[in-house]
């Protein structure tokens, strides 16, 4: 039912918005709330700061690959491109080049291999699936080429800021976390951009019969998630003090768990922003408090799972439900 | 029906593939040319050429990549000897095919660093059954005595040489963390070992936290950044390697306490040597990881010529201070 208080056009739309992520939301308090009980310095400034930190890099990722997600596609070399873009980062971010540098060359490179995954997807009709798991293997192998298998160490200081520093008090990460948020934010709520991203995932045949041109878009789509994955690529070569072809294993594998706890439907159409970060903080917080608890990692990864299984059946019962 | 867009892909398609097949094959070339030397130009009698299966693990890990280079340099002394190096990508099962795909080419002689000791058993036993000599590298096999020699070094000897440093730095007293590799692992079970042989004649160190971060530098960041925030009071760090060294070293300084605690781990890597002369981690402990890589290719040739071999050839570990890093440093010129 439109939620008539909303003035918006696609009232609908809001209205599965506030509900997933106030939901998940709420969750996330509770979890603070219990890990404040069971060990009193969780809720320490400090904690907090550095768990948000924690997350930023696979919530960064996360928003590329919700974008995705919402057109019922899916982002699998996000990881590898985080590798890729971090050697590549790393091999300018010494010596005296100019700190711009390294940052465009690395995205760049990010944006290639999203422009052939958006490429091959729209205009190869290859699954998505398919064409990311290939570019998977095809940037981890690029990564590892470009810097012979070694890490790519003695990076400036004013690179190393990019994942270490802090402005005024609050660290370099969390900042462009927040930047890109609310640049994503925008984008995919108050351009034509968005919602043609929305109208792509809520029926693609509907889209393109009024008039969207659905296989730019998805190009575009595509290379932005890549793009975002290796500007977090960047954050962790800085942060490491290294560019290493073995960064990101599995990177995205957390930043599609994010997305889909924060409401992100697989059957595409639904998702937002702030819900990929609320998703991404719960299982910052989970994997902070878990450890501070001095819990057995195995039983964290376990959880880890339970709360993803539980995300995508709260959805589900939902759907059923309305 | 297709369209004639459709048709031209297909042809763009597998014109990749040609491509990348062709690639995959001048690659092969150049880098067994590398590894043959100048021989291969003049070799008509290729069936006289004897041949060596190198399997490794995972080609992306540090240390295995500075065997490599080892063995390789020691293999380019031999240009009648063909090695052919393969990448298991540390799956256990893709290391199978490729043992059994050596044991189909009648391979002179295999070695070895297995992915997991406990799922190489199976694998060892075929190739011994046919009769392939064996050398394993740097992880002891459970089936040992099926090989012709081992060549590694002792990771409980690891653990031992940097949890005892770490005991007379703190006096014999003090809280300390640990952070240790992937479960089950063989380094991980061994090094731990070492560390607690060590800790049982220091009863007044307490091993306030112990997690695993699996061997990988962001994990180890992740862990003792949490480990900053909670009660603990730490006073010193040791790691199962240099990566998840350096992980907590990074969180330490961001925490503001690199002063404060004592940091160590176990491989010598050139990164960990310069945190080593900056004197911000401790110490660290060096495995010879060209010097395993050497003792395998020549063990190896040995077995070849007929030369008889020590069943277990030791490379030691060796602590590394800040007086000691420039002499390691060389060790990777």
């Not at chain 2, 070799?43 to 540090?62: H, P, R, T, W, Y």
């Not at chain 2, 390697?241 to 690199?258: Q, S, T």
């Amino acid at each position: 039912m439109p939620n008539s208080q909303k003035s918006s056009s696609n009232a609908l739309k809001k209205k599965t918005i506030d509900s997933q992520s106030f939901q998940m939301f709420f969750v996330l308090i509770g979890m603070c709330v219990i890990m404040t009980i069971l060990y009193p310095p969780f809720i320490r400034m400090a904690n907090l700061i550095n768990v948000i930190r924690q997350i930023s890099i696979t919530a960064i990722i996360g928003m590329g690959v919700t974008m995705c997600i919402i057109t019922t596609g899916i982002d699998l070399s996000s990881g590898s491109v985080v590798a890729l873009a971090g050697v590549v980062a790393a091999s300018f971010g010494k010596g005296d080049y100019p700190l711009i540098l390294p940052i465009i060359l690395a995205l760049i490179a990010g944006a290639a291999c999203g422009f052939i995954n958006g490429s091959l997807s729209a205009y190869g009709k290859i699954p998505p699936f398919i064409a990311t798991l290939g570019m998977m293997s095809i940037a981890r192998g690029a990564a590892l080429i470009y810097s012979d298998g070694r890490p790519i160490t003695g990076l400036s200081d004013a690179f190393n800021f990019i994942g270490g520093g802090y402005i005024l008090g609050i660290p370099m990460p969390v900042i462009i976390m927040i930047i890109v948020g609310i640049i994503m934010y925008v984008l995919l709520n108050h351009t034509k951009f968005g919602k043609y991203v929305y109208a792509i995932g809520g029926n693609q045949r509907a889209a393109v019969a009024s008039g969207i041109n659905v296989k730019k878009y998805l190009v575009i789509i595509y290379t932005l998630a890549s793009v975002l994955a290796a500007l977090a690529g960047i954050i962790l070569a800085a942060r490491l003090n290294a560019g290493q072809p073995t960064a990101g294993v599995s990177y995205e594998l957390d930043a599609i768990a994010s997305s889909v706890i924060g409401g992100t439907s697989l059957t595409g159409g639904i998702g937002t922003i702030p819900g990929v970060i609320i998703g991404a903080l719960i299982i910052g917080v989970l994997t902070n408090g878990l450890v501070l608890l001095g819990v057995s990692p195995y039983i964290q990864t376990i959880l880890k799972g339970v709360i993803i299984i539980a995300a995508v059946l709260i959805d589900a019962l939902r759907r059923n439900r309305g | 029906m297709k369209s004639k867009k459709g048709r031209l892909l297909t042809i763009i398609a597998w014109a990749l593939i040609a491509l990348m097949l062709m690639v995959g094959c001048s690659t092969d070339d150049t880098s067994s040319t590398t590894q043959n030397g100048e021989a291969s130009s003049d070799n008509n009698e290729q069936g006289e050429k004897k041949k060596v299966g190198v399997l490794i693990a995972d080609f992306s890990d540090q240390f295995q990549v500075y065997m490599m280079d080892g063995m390789k340099e020691e293999a380019e002394k031999y240009p009648d000897i063909e090695f052919s190096f393969q990448d298991a990508k540390y799956d256990a099962n893709t290391q199978m095919s490729q043992m059994e795909n050596m044991v189909a080419e009648g391979v002179d002689a295999v070695i070895v660093m297995p992915v997991d000791v406990q799922a190489a058993v199976p694998m060892i036993d075929k190739a011994a059954g046919a009769n392939i000599p064996i050398i394993s590298v740097n992880r002891k096999l459970l089936n040992q005595e099926k090989a012709v020699t081992y060549v590694g070094s002792d990771s409980v000897e690891s653990g031992r040489i940097l949890m005892s440093h770490m005991a007379e730095l703190l006096d014999g007293k003090g809280n300390i963390a640990i952070l240790e590799g992937t479960q089950g692992h063989e380094p991980q079970i061994n090094r731990q070992k070492g560390i607690e042989e060590v800790l049982e004649e220091y009863p007044d160190i307490k091993v306030v936290a112990d997690q695993s971060a699996d061997w990988y530098r962001d994990k180890a960041m992740t862990v003792a950044e949490s480990w900053f925030q909670s009660t603990l009071d730490i006073d010193a760090i040791v790691a199962h390697n240099d990566e998840m060294a350096i992980g907590a070293l990074l969180a330490a300084k961001d925490a503001g306490k690199a002063g404060d605690i004592l940091i160590a781990g176990i491989d010598a890597t050139p990164e960990a040597l310069d945190y080593v002369e900056k004197g911000e981690l401790a110490f660290t402990v060096f495995q010879d990881a060209k010097g395993q890589g050497r003792g395998a290719i020549d063990a190896a040739v040995k077995v070849l010529n007929g030369e008889p071999v020590e069943k277990e050839i030791i490379i030691p570990y060796e602590l590394v201070t800040k007086d000691k890093v420039a002499e390691y440093r060389a060790k990777y010129e």
